[in-house]
Structures are given as structure tokens and as C-alpha cells.
């Protein structure tokens, strides 16, 4: 996916980064420092990130996407367009 747009690209990149830093570095404390920016793009596949209670529903495409040989989401999204089933 190619995102243009710098006000949207920005955030993504600087979340990346972080992301991968800290995917550097062990520990709780460097894994609870990307909770909140998750929280702030409001994510599609994890609607319930914000309670307390488990969110089934990702659990289960997350599982599904790994039986698949996929990653992510946008892995299997490029896939279908590639083979023309989106």
C-alpha cells in the first residue's frame, strides 16, 4: 500500500519506527510505550483495544492470516489484487 498524503504517511512512519525500535529492545516497559499509539489510529481489526476484555475476533483473523502464510492484513489485501480475487 503507497500512502501520499503527509499529514496521514507522518504518523505511520514515526509508529513504525517506534515499533521497530522497541521490537530492538525486550521488556514490558518498551512494549507498553506502543499501546497508546495503536490506541490513536483507532485500529479496524482490534475494534476493542480500549477494554479490558479480550478481543476474540482479532485473535481469530490474526490465527487465520498465520494458517494463510500471511503476516498482515495488507500482506493478504496485496495478495489478493496481485491474483486479481479483490
Known sequence: MRVDDRDIRAPLDLFQRTYHSLLRSTGEIQIQALVEPYLAFDPILHQQAQTTTPDLVAHYISNILGKLGFSSRA??????VEHQMA
Not at 75 to 80: D, E, L, R, S
Open 75 to 80: 500482506q493478504a489485501a496485496a495478495y489478493a
